[in-house]
């Protein structure tokens, strides 16, 4: 099962920043809109920013003006550079297209604490 891998696991203070990618094989992945999504313990996973093939972006009202959603075709590959953190933040961070059309990964942990 093809899986999209996500990285740029960390734990960082109040305030820092991380940029996190993610990498998935196929052109389903290069040509779909792809979403970051976050699952924070106890709680179901949200979707917390969105990019198109295109380019256009939407992102979560928690995260807008912190969190910024970019992508690289060429690479198959699809970034959150993340910035302003909050501890609200803390969560296991995935991707994957419109509708799931990848097996879920297992995710990279961010941690935001002091």
């Known amino acids: 099962q093809v899986q999209p891998v996500e990285s740029g696991v960390g734990l960082v203070q109040p305030g820092g920043s991380l940029r996190l990618s993610c990498a998935a094989s196929?052109?389903?992945?290069?040509?779909?809109?792809v979403g970051w999504y976050r699952q924070a313990p106890g709680k179901q996973r949200e979707l917390v920013a969105r990019i198109t093939y295109g380019g256009s972006t939407n992102y979560a009202d928690s995260v807008k003006g912190r969190f910024t959603i970019s992508r690289d075709n060429t690479k198959n590959t699809v970034y959150l550079q993340m910035n302003s953190l909050k501890p609200e933040d803390t969560a296991i961070y995935y991707c994957?297209?419109?509708?799931?059309?990848?097996?879920w990964g297992q995710g990279t942990q961010v941690t935001v604490s002091s």
């Open positions: 196929g052109s389903i992945f290069r040509l779909n809109a």
């Open positions: 994957n297209t419109d509708g799931a059309a990848y097996t």
